[in-house]
């Protein structure tokens, strides 16, 4: 005769618990931030191993650039300063074009934008998960970086800080599934919102009627509204729009002008938005 | 101290950088884990331990918590009842049982993943499953290393 309390059953009694104790953790963390504490104290205890861990790459790379050392330095300063040449031009370009903005914000009766203060970030890692789109930056809540900020990179935006630690950040890049922006195409100020999809190269433009005009090659940015990322930040490049037949939205498909899978700097908005 | 060692090294697995091009084709370290206790040492294996190691490996991966938690329990629970017959065949019969128990575990993945507002590509879980059999054998090899040497230090110690 089967027992009744037999080591199997104690065994289903157990998964039982445990699942109830995930789903209900997974429904909380997922519905709520009311896990963000137990996200950061793990994360802050798990520092040294994290660092421990970035050793052997670090290790291997100095090693290479230290045996092309003299040939690669040389390239990189003729790099620097033929850049250094371009940068030079486009700031005397951009001062004009500051003193004209500020008048014409003045003649518009539009407040001036406060001053972006950025703080420049190294990318640690990226999530080892192929769904989950987040990179850990090596600047935290010691730096001034708080939950909400901006992420973004010489070419466009990447994402938003959406866990401080103490010397790290987690950043949800644009293309996760979970990020949804609001943007607006440069052209025609058409407003959207860009929804990530999961890839690296693609984010997506949902529920637009059918007669919008946007066109291969629009450039978006930010809209500024829901009052998280300033407007007029450059983020993606129009690439396809699907227009079904019978169907009444169309589908835009744009390629975000970061490249994010290459990225290895980036910078943290710290200011505190349009006043 | 057997499963602090085990947990630490596979953290540390998870944790080192490696190449984007490898995301897509990196075995789940975490399900190795567990798959290496549930199959070898499922005598010493305390669920609540195994619910409590599972959340640093949601912070490292920055999935839900909870998430490694519920397909720890579910890959235990059968590596437990599989355990006694399982252990006795050959790598290759015991990777083909991994692979079966860890596309399960990519099936529950999936369907949470996609409740908590995820895209996951089933594909990739599949991929991800199957790698993660290839290198069992390895693996097992490795922690069976990664014990000897933690019973050695607690042998040394006492």
Redesign the interface.
């Given at each position: 005769m089967r027992p009744l309390f037999s080591d199997?059953s104690v065994?289903?009694v157990?998964?039982v618990?445990?699942?109830t104790?995930?789903?209900?953790?997974?429904?909380?963390?997922?519905r709520f931030d009311a896990?963000t504490l137990?996200?950061q104290t793990?994360?802050t205890?798990?520092w040294p191993?994290?660092q421990?861990?970035?050793v052997?790459?670090r290790v291997s790379s100095e090693l290479i650039d230290w045996a092309h050392s003299y040939d690669l330095i040389t390239e990189r300063l003729e790099v620097i300063a033929l850049e250094n040449e371009r940068l030079r031009t486009e700031q005397l370009k951009l001062q004009t074009l500051r003193a004209e903005n500020a008048e014409l914000r003045r003649l518009l009766g539009v407040k001036e934008r406060v001053n972006e203060r950025l703080l420049q970030a190294q990318i640690?890692?990226?999530?080892?998960?192929?769904?989950?789109h987040?990179v850990t930056i090596n600047r935290g809540l010691l730096a001034g970086v708080t939950e909400g900020r901006p992420v973004i990179s010489a070419d466009g935006l990447v994402g938003q800080v959406v866990v401080a630690y103490p010397h790290a950040a987690?950043v949800l890049l644009m293309t996760d599934?979970?990020h949804n922006l609001p943007v607006q195409v440069t052209r025609t100020r058409e407003r959207a919102i860009a929804v990530g999809?999961?890839r690296m190269d693609r984010i997506e433009l949902r529920n637009l009627p059918d007669t919008v005009d946007i066109v291969p090659g629009d450039l978006l940015e930010t809209s500024g509204l829901g009052e998280r990322f300033q407007s007029g930040i450059p983020v993606a490049e129009v690439k396809e729009v699907i227009r079904a037949p019978g169907q009444p939205f169309a589908r835009v498909i744009a390629a975000p002008l970061t490249p994010m899978?290459?990225l290895s700097l980036v910078m943290v908005d710290l200011a505190e938005g349009e006043s | 101290m057997i499963f602090l060692v085990t947990w630490l090294s596979t953290l540390f697995l998870i944790v080192i950088p490696y190449p984007a091009w490898m995301t897509l084709a990196l075995p789940h370290f975490g399900f190795l884990f567990v798959t290496w206790w549930g199959l070898m040492r499922n005598y010493q294996l305390s669920m609540t331990l195994l619910l409590i190691a599972s959340l640093p490996i949601d912070v490292l991966y920055g999935t839900t918590l909870g998430l490694h938690g519920l397909l720890f329990a579910l890959i235990a629970y059968a590596l437990t009842l599989l355990g006694p017959s399982v252990r006795q065949v050959n790598w290759i019969r015991q990777s083909l049982v991994v692979f079966v128990v860890l596309l399960i575990a990519s099936a529950v993945s999936y369907w949470a993943r996609t409740l908590t507002g995820q895209s996951p590509d089933l594909m990739i879980l599949v991929l991800q499953s199957v790698v993660s059999a290839l290198l069992w054998s390895p693996l097992r090899w490795f922690y069976d290393v990664v014990a000897d040497y933690a019973e050695g230090l607690r042998a040394q110690r006492q």
């Open positions: 199997t065994a289903s157990r998964l618990v445990a699942v104790f995930s789903v209900a953790t997974i429904f909380i963390d997922s896990l137990v996200r793990i994360k205890v798990l191993l994290e421990a861990a970035y052997p790459g640690e890692r990226l999530s080892n998960d192929p769904f989950v987040r987690d599934a979970t999809v999961g899978a290459r | -």
